[in-house]
C-alpha cells in the first residue's frame, strides 16, 4: 500500500457521500411549482440534469428561464433543501471508506457547490470533518460549474499532485472538473445523473462508493 499514500480523492458532497436525492427531488418539485409546471420524478431528473442549472430547467421547460423566474426558482429550491436535508444522510458505508483511506496514509477533500456556510457545520455535525484535509463549498451565485472552483480547491492543497488526485462525484460535471485540472473522476450512480448519462463522460461508472474507492486506488497508482 505504501506507493498509493500521496494518492489524493476529492469528494462531492451531495449525492455522493451525503444521500440527498429525495431532499433534492422534493426542492425541484417545490421551484416548478412556483411556475406551474409538473412534477418530476427521480428517473426523468436523472436522465436530463446537467449544469449549468438554468439549462437543465431549459431542458424541462423548452427554454431558458427569465432572470426573475431563475431567482425565484433558485431561492424556492433552497428553501425547501434546507428544511428537508435534516432527514438525509451520509451514503452507506461513508463513515468507514472515509477512515479507512485515512488511516492508509492517504488524504482527501470536499469540494462541493453547495454553499460553504451551510456545507461546513453540516460535515462537521456528522463528525466526519477530521478526516479532511480541507473542505470546500460553493462562493458565489449558485448554477455554474465545478471546474474554477475545483483549480482554487486543488491550488490551496499542499502536496497534492493533480496526476495522482481522482475526484469522485455523481454529475458528469465532477468529471468535467476533474479533466479541467488534469485529475481523474470515478463517478457513482447513486445521485444526480443516470448511468447512460455518466458513461457518456468516459470514466468509470460505478454503483456503489466502495467500487468508486477501490477504482480510485487503481487511478492513482497507474
Not at 5 to 22: E, K, S, Y
Not at 82 to 108: F, I
Not at 184 to 202: D, I, K, M, N, P
Request: proline residues 4%; negative net charge; glycine residues 12%.
Amino acid at each position: 500500500m505504501g506507493m498509493h499514500r500521496d494518492a489524493h480523492i476529492v469528494w462531492d458532497w451531495n449525492g455522493t457521500l451525503f444521500h440527498d436525492v429525495d431532499a433534492v427531488i422534493g426542492a425541484t418539485n417545490a421551484a416548478f411549482a412556483e411556475l406551474g409546471l409538473e412534477p418530476i420524478t427521480l428517473e426523468r431528473y436523472r436522465e436530463v440534469y446537467c449544469v449549468p442549472v438554468p439549462q437543465f430547467y431549459e431542458r424541462l421547460m423548452g427554454r431558458l428561464p427569465s432572470g426573475d423566474e431563475w431567482e425565484l426558482m433558485d431561492a424556492t429550491f433552497h428553501r425547501y433543501y434546507t428544511e428537508h436535508r435534516v432527514r438525509c444522510g451520509l451514503a452507506e458505508g461513508v463513515v468507514e471508506l472515509l477512515a479507512g483511506w485515512a488511516s492508509a496514509g492517504r488524504s482527501q477533500s470536499i469540494l462541493s457547490m453547495y454553499g460553504h456556510e451551510d456545507l461546513v457545520p453540516l460535515v462537521r455535525g456528522f463528525g466526519i470533518e477530521t478526516h479532511f484535509v480541507r473542505v470546500d463549498g460553493r462562493t458565489g451565485p449558485s448554477g455554474g460549474s465545478k471546474a474554477e472552483h475545483m483549480v482554487r480547491h486543488l491550488g490551496a492543497l499542499t502536496g497534492v499532485d493533480p496526476a495522482r488526485t481522482v475526484v469522485i462525484g455523481d454529475a458528469a460535471d465532477d468529471a468535467l472538473a476533474a479533466r479541467h485540472v488534469g485529475a481523474q473522476a470515478v463517478l457513482y450512480t447513486g445521485g444526480s445523473h443516470g448511468r447512460a448519462s455518466l458513461e457518456a463522460v468516459g470514466v468509470p461508472v460505478v454503483d456503489t462508493l466502495q467500487e468508486a474507492v477501490t477504482e480510485a486506488e487503481r487511478l492513482a497508482a497507474a
